[in-house]
């Protein structure tokens, strides 16, 4: 037992000699850890890749041994948007950079565990810095973050560094100072801020840093300087504002106490130059101080009688203001929005948090866009297509280091309709009694022609049928089998056509009321004056003649007109056929039966009216189409039927 348990002691510390042997040659500057670069200062630049994190606690041991120990400036190289999480497993590292890389966020607890003293993040992409990202970090004294993208920095961001002295923002976006970031470092002895985009520096931004001893403000777009420099920043000894334009006014008064100051150096002096007004542009703000004058509070001139605006239509509103410095114009309206133009953002951040330049309305259930936009420097509120939603009082406020005025107008939309609607009315009235009166006038003409029309016009004379030859009933009485053909001067089968049943008058006297319906044979016993025919008998065969004309015609109209309802009705059932099937079949059977019946009938009478006569066997030929409704195939069927 005893031998086992020396055996696991000689082991481990053989192992532990073997390893402080290699870390011991890896911290010669001959030899450096693996995946690392050392250079003669003793900075080590390391490729941050996914095999690092494994030989993160070797990493440790080296930093440990290494003779430069917490001196010793680590570099990571990464490929990562974020910073890497080994990190957190390093606290042997007090000088960290990650500069150089394509970090563009900087998440919570990013350096949570590490005990850094300095920490640079520059020239990467960061535009966004969590709350929190700096968490752990309080023996931090210098932080770099500049050549990035941010345009803000969150509230309290560097409040768990009460030891940073060193914040280096240069190179970056930042529209206003960081007064809610840098407020919570008392500690703050450098604040750089050059190349960014500030416009407007009061003194409660810089009230807190009683410690800071140079600021860096070079090339912003700073146009005044109202900082009492002896007074807020009582520690100050370097200020460089170069590169800013300046308007030359007393809003610049802050750096005359600069110039004048034995305590305070203005760095690049002689290019910081005046921008406006035009008489002193170029000159150096330093040659100029004799002549600035006094400065003022707004006052703003304003028309406070309300307006009305007409509906839909354009409306401007002016704010005007006197100042000096130049105000900043902030417009408050009536449903609760701030309109700002963007130069005064930064001026009006105290008190404006949700300032916009330029807003678009759209109205509920109507397509109605209204614009509402800050013009001239914010001197002007602009709002189109007004309407009722806009009603109320508009204000006017202006700011400058010395105070604030305001003013406000009460502007309401009206409509043109009310005003508009007697004339309408009015001429409505008059359209309509001038369409009424025109209406009557063509009446009364129509009118009166029909009436002189219908008392001195021609009369219509009604004349009888002219009487059928015995040619047309010949012809009549045969059937062709071309019946699809009809003379236009045939009569429709529509028409109401019968010639008169009474007897009509021969061209030499009329027929007797009670004729015979035929006359008698003569007697053999004798022959009676005026020879052996009866008496009348002319008269009355020229009655039958007459009779037999017309009521054979009338019959035949009647068999033409059957025989042309036989064909239509045949036509509509086999038409109907394909639809149908047997049904339509049947009916066309059935209507073909009927029209012969009606045409045996018709001939039948035409016997019987004729007497004795004998007409003869009469045929008429039919063509039919039968369709399978199965195959689709037609084909013709001739049928011939003889009446008797």
Not at 89 to 98: A, E, F, G, I, M
Not at 157 to 163: H, K, L, N, T, Y
Request: hydrophobic content about 40%.
């Amino acid at each position: 037992m005893e031998l086992a348990f020396s055996l696991v002691i000689i082991f481990l510390l053989a192992l532990n000699s073997s390893t402080d042997s290699v870390l011991h040659n890896q911290s010669l500057s001959t030899d450096c850890f693996a995946d690392c670069v050392c250079e003669d200062d003793w900075h080590l630049e390391c490729n941050a890749d996914a095999s690092f994190a494994q030989s993160v606690p070797l990493f440790n041991r080296y930093m440990f041994h290494s003779a430069a120990n917490v001196q010793t400036r680590v570099r990571f190289i990464t490929y990562e948007k974020s910073v890497p999480l080994f990190l957190r497993h390093l606290p042997v590292v007090r000088n960290l950079s990650l500069e150089g890389n394509s970090i563009t966020t900087v998440q919570q607890g990013a350096f949570t565990s590490m005990r850094l003293r300095e920490l640079s993040l520059s020239r990467n992409a960061i535009s966004e810095i969590q709350q929190g990202s700096f968490s752990d970090l309080r023996l931090l004294k210098v932080l770099d973050l500049s050549y990035n993208r941010l345009t803000s920095l969150a509230k309290d961001v560097f409040s768990e560094m009460p030891a940073l002295e060193v914040l280096n923002l240069d190179h970056n976006s930042l529209r206003f100072f960081p007064f809610d970031a840098t407020s919570v470092v008392p500690s703050l002895k450098v604040l750089m801020l050059n190349h960014n985009s500030l416009s407007y520096l009061v003194p409660t931004h810089l009230s807190s840093l009683s410690s800071l001893q140079i600021l860096g403000l070079r090339s912003n777009n700073l146009t005044s300087f109202v900082i009492g420099v002896e007074d807020e920043l009582p520690s100050l000894k370097v200020l460089d504002v170069a590169g800013n334009p300046f308007h030359c006014s007393c809003g610049v008064f802050g750096l005359k106490r600069v110039v004048e100051s034995d305590s305070i150096t203005m760095m690049d002096h002689e290019i910081t130059t005046c921008a406006s007004p035009s008489h002193l542009s170029g000159m150096q703000v330093y040659d100029v101080m004799s002549a600035l004058g006094n400065c003022s509070e707004p006052s703003v001139f304003q028309d406070f009688n309300s307006r009305q605006v007409l509906y839909t239509s354009d409306v401007e509103v002016g704010c005007d203001i006197a100042g000096d410095p130049n105000p900043a114009i902030l417009w408050i309206t009536p449903w609760g929005h701030e309109f700002a133009d963007t130069s005064h953002l930064a001026t009006l951040e105290d008190v404006c948090h949700s300032c916009k330049s330029q807003r678009r309305y759209h109205g509920i259930g109507i397509s109605l866009v209204s614009e509402v936009s800050v013009l001239n420097q914010g001197r002007i509120l602009k709002i189109t297509a007004f309407r009722g939603f806009f009603n109320g009082n508009i204000t006017c406020a202006a700011f400058n280091f010395l105070g604030n005025d305001t003013a406000t107008r009460y502007v309401e939309v009206f409509s043109a309709v009310p005003s508009t609607k007697l004339d309408s009315l009015i001429i409505g009235g008059f359209c309509a009694a001038g369409a009424l009166s025109l209406g009557l006038i063509i009446g009364s003409i129509k009118l009166t022609y029909l009436a002189c029309k219908k008392r001195f016009g021609p009369k219509t004379i009604l004349h009888s049928p002219a009487p059928v030859s015995e040619s047309e009933v010949e012809n009549a009485g045969s059937v062709t089998d071309d019946a699809n053909c009809r003379d236009d001067n045939d009569p429709d089968p529509n028409d109401d056509f019968y010639p008169p049943e009474t007897p009509f008058t021969t061209p030499e006297t009329a027929s007797p009321s009670t004729s015979p319906k035929k006359s008698h044979s003569p007697s053999d016993t004798g022959t009676p004056p005026g020879g052996w025919l009866p008496t009348g008998i002319f008269d009355t065969m020229e009655e039958v003649r007459w009779r037999l004309r017309y009521g054979v015609g009338r019959k035949v109209t009647a068999v033409k007109r059957n025989v042309k309802s036989m064909k239509e009705s045949g036509s509509v059932y086999v038409h109907n056929i394909m639809e149908s099937g047997s049904t339509a079949a049947n009916k066309v059977r059935a209507g073909v039966v009927m029209g012969m019946e009606t045409v045996k009938f018709h001939v039948q009478s035409i016997k019987e009216f004729c007497g004795t006569g004998d007409m003869g066997a009469q045929t008429i030929s039919m063509v039919s189409v039968e369709t399978n409704i199965d195959t689709n195939e037609r084909r013709e069927v001739v049928k011939s039927v003889t009446i008797v």
